[in-house]
Each structure stands twice: as C-alpha cells, then as structure tokens.
C-alpha cells in the first residue's frame, strides 16, 4: 500500500516502543513504523478470518443448492485452457 495519501493524525505511544520498533522493522520514522504495524495488523486479521472461515462448519445440502442456482453462463468460454497451458502441467 505504498504511495497512497496519507493524513496526520495525533497518537499516543510509548516513545522506547516506537524505537525499538524502528531498530527491529529498519524502519526510518515512527510514522512508517506506525504504517508497517497497521499492515502487519490487517494481514494478520485477514488471515485469522480466512482460517476461521476455513474452519467453520461446512454448508449445508440447502446452502449447496442454492449456490448451485447461480448464473454461470458468464464463465463460459471457447477457449481450450488445456492447450493454452499445455506446457505448465506437471511432468
């Protein structure tokens, strides 16, 4: 998420945390500091809620058959997908 615009913000934060932070992640200034702990936080929240997700309670006969009533015609195709990538199928 680099490049993208960036407010000021007033925070409070323990100053020998936010040095230590900054030795650790090579990190120049707190505020990158501060935007490499928030992308490390949502990466980690987003992966805790792909693995819940993942173990949860498998769908039921009825939520099946209702996914199964979706339109698809939009993913058809006539291209021959094993010819286009027919070079990178396992040896």
Known sequence: MNYMAKEKA??????????????????RTT???VDLALDQLIRA???????AA???VPPTATELD???MADTSGLADDTD???LYADDSPS
């Open 31 to 33: 505020s990158e500091v």
């Open 81 to 83: 997908w094993d010819q």
């Open 54 to 56: 993942y173990k949860g």
């Open 10 to 27: 007033t925070i409070t934060i323990d100053r020998a945390k936010a040095a230590l932070a900054r030795q650790v992640s090579g990190a």
């Open 66 to 68: 209702l996914a199964l």
């Open 45 to 51: 929240e987003r992966l805790r809620a792909d693995v």
